[in-house]
């Protein structure tokens, strides 16, 4: 038998978007993750939900895993049986983006003038 996979919890910065390496989740946004390091020296997280269903759950929720990178895998096979792609171009996106941003952003204005202050002093508010 191979040796065990052993998780500790280990400090970082900055990478907690990658998925759990146990079933896929999201990892939480934590100084401080569950980790455990593959023989090749690669650094995986696991998420809290893995953690709270125990180390005896860990190879059902690493074979789910497992099934559902399969079926992804094969949809994205099919999407190849020839089809060509169309998209955007990254300055269409970027536009796309700017578009939005400055539409958030007059919301965001407009919201703005229409609320009434909540904070005595606060400019606008009657003293
Ligand atoms: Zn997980």
Same mark, same amino acid.
């Given at each position: 038998?191979? =040796? ?30 569950? +980790?455990?390091? =593959? ?27 497992? +099934? ?21 171009? +990254? ?37």
């Amino acid at each position: 038998m191979s =040796a065990p996979i052993v998780i500790t919890c280990q400090p970082h910065f900055g990478y907690w978007s990658e998925p759990c390496a146990l079933c896929g989740g999201q990892t939480e946004e934590a100084a401080v993750l569950p +980790v455990f390091v =593959a023989p090749d020296g690669a650094e995986h997280f696991v998420c809290g939900e893995c953690l709270e269903a125990g180390a005896p759950a860990a190879p059902g929720r690493v074979l789910a895993w497992a +099934v559902r990178l399969e079926r992804w895998a094969a949809a994205l096979r099919e999407l190849l049986v020839p089809r060509q792609f169309t998209m955007p171009s +990254v300055a269409e996106w970027r536009a796309a983006n700017e578009a939005h941003e400055a539409q958030v952003a007059v919301e965001d204005f407009l919201d703005g003038l229409n609320r009434p202050p909540t904070e005595p002093g606060e400019p606008g508010k009657p003293t």
